[in-house]
């Protein structure tokens, strides 16, 4: 019931601001956003130095309040208020180690194996849900796990070789799946030359796509052939590390489908890819809203823009701490691109939102050199360059503060669409008979979208009712 209620005061908060969370910072001075704000916020807002607006974006440490020699709008504290207590936490949850791995995992000769060309950020996910999804096999026992978008399988090969867990690995790519092979095999070359390890499992890799169509039987048949099973009596959890967009939905409605699926681990991104009932109304299958709590509702009480959801996998951590550093060279990246947009606008009406490059920030660097940068080898390279020094374009880069506040307030929301997402989906496992678990396992500084669903079913068969 608890879920329930935030869930309904979440999107009762959302409908309220959703015009800010459906204007885009890339149209900020196209659509003048800045004169969408109140007017006592505008007037207020300017004279707060920049630096302490990190306050805003403390979603849930007790100690980061706003300081008290700061004047903030009312509604503003009030919105701030609301945010801490519908929010889920985002601060990492560290749970005790209580699994043995194999000492291949930890051997000086092979520890580079296990964590090949994988860069920080994967390590530390992949190092995390392996413990996570290790403590899941001994509490809830399985045969063995299936791994969604197992890539060249990091995880996968920390799960086999380094916890004996059978894996059976699913990627869409074959030429993944080949990596994949072959880094295992190189594996145990090594490892039988060094140690006299025994007891680990090497991971099944299975080239298959799977679609929100696909029948649980297609997918347990998949398995069986996979794995050499003689019949369909085994058990098995799911686990996917970051599944994309509707992937994320499509593996709880696997879960649910098959009887013989016990444990569900998922870490879901990605949520603007996601299908809506207003964004496909002709799909029969979407990936949000997935619960009967909120199916029963108008779509027009439920929905989230693809804005809203776009925002809601920003960084919010790593942009808090560069306004507390008062590393401006990085803030003012979004002015230079919201500046080029109205350019790229006046020019060519009929082209928004197109992609340029990429610019990284450079100390000092002008919106000249941005722009020069930012459309290289794209179709506005050709633009004369007279049109950078319109009075219109300095003007722009000069109220690069009140962009950088305007897209903080956007930041401040972004916990709550992810919320409200994550709720959906804990409502929709509870309503199929699942204790379910939403926590934060990563350091959202290294993985913004740092929140695992778990999940367990509290009774046997086929638990997916009719949506």
């Not at 704000?37 to 302490?52: D, M, N, V, Y």
């Not at 006299?196 to 347990?220: C, D, M, W």
């Amino acid at each position: 019931m608890l879920t329930k209620q935030k869930l309904q005061s979440s999107l009762g908060l959302l409908k309220k601001y959703e015009w800010l969370l459906n204007s885009y910072v890339l149209d900020f001075y196209v659509d003048d956003h800045w004169s969408k704000l109140p007017a006592s916020w505008q007037h207020r807002l300017q004279s707060i130095p920049l630096e302490t607006f990190e306050a805003l974006l403390h979603s849930d440490d007790s100690k980061s309040a706003p300081k008290n020699s700061i004047v903030w709008p009312l509604e503003l504290l009030a919105l701030r208020a609301a945010l801490r207590n519908l929010c889920i936490s985002r601060t990492q949850e560290n749970h005790p180690k209580e699994s043995v791995p194999c000492p291949l995992l930890h051997h000086h000769r092979l520890k580079h194996l296990f964590m090949k060309r994988v860069k920080p950020k994967k390590q530390h996910e992949i190092t995390r849900m392996a413990e996570i999804c290790a403590y899941s096999c001994r509490t809830t026992p399985v045969d063995f796990v299936v791994d969604f978008g197992a890539g060249v399988g990091h995880l996968a090969r920390i799960l086999g070789y380094g916890f004996g867990i059978q894996v059976c690995c699913f990627e869409m790519q074959p030429e993944l799946n080949q990596q994949a092979v072959a880094i295992d095999r190189k594996l145990e070359t090594i490892a039988a030359k060094l140690t006299e390890a025994s007891g680990y499992k090497r991971p099944v890799h299975l080239t298959q796509r799977l679609e929100s169509n696909t029948q649980p039987e297609q997918f347990i048949a998949g398995i069986r052939d996979a794995l050499q099973l003689a019949d369909n009596d085994f058990r098995f959890g799911i686990i996917g590390l970051h599944p994309c967009g509707n992937l994320g939905p499509t593996l709880m409605r696997m879960f649910l489908g098959c009887t013989q699926a016990k444990f569900l681990n998922f870490v879901g991104c990605c949520y603007q890819k996601m299908t809506t009932p207003t964004t496909h109304p002709r799909v029969e299958v979407h990936g949000y809203p997935l619960s009967s709590f909120l199916q029963g509702k108008r779509d027009t009480d439920t929905q989230l823009s693809y804005e809203a959801r776009e925002i809601s996998c920003h960084a919010m951590e790593v942009y808090r701490d560069r306004l507390q550093a008062a590393e401006y060279d990085y803030l003012k990246i979004h002015s230079f691109r919201a500046a080029a947009e109205r350019i790229i606008v006046q020019q060519y009406p009929h082209l928004r939102h197109c992609a340029l490059r990429n610019v990284k920030h450079a100390p000092g660097m002008s919106f000249d050199d941005y722009f020069q940068k930012a459309v290289q080898g794209t179709r506005f390279e050709m633009l004369n360059r007279q049109v950078l020094s319109i009075e219109q374009c300095s003007a722009d880069v000069q109220h690069w503060q009140r962009l950088v506040i305007f897209y903080t307030l956007r930041l401040m929301l972004a916990p709550l669409v992810e919320s409200i997402i994550l709720y959906d989906r804990a409502l929709f496992l509870s309503e199929n008979d699942c204790q379910v678990e939403l926590q934060a396992i990563f350091d959202p500084r290294l993985s913004p979208r740092n929140h695992i669903t778990r999940a367990v079913k509290t009774r046997d068969g086929s638990n997916l009712s009719q949506q």
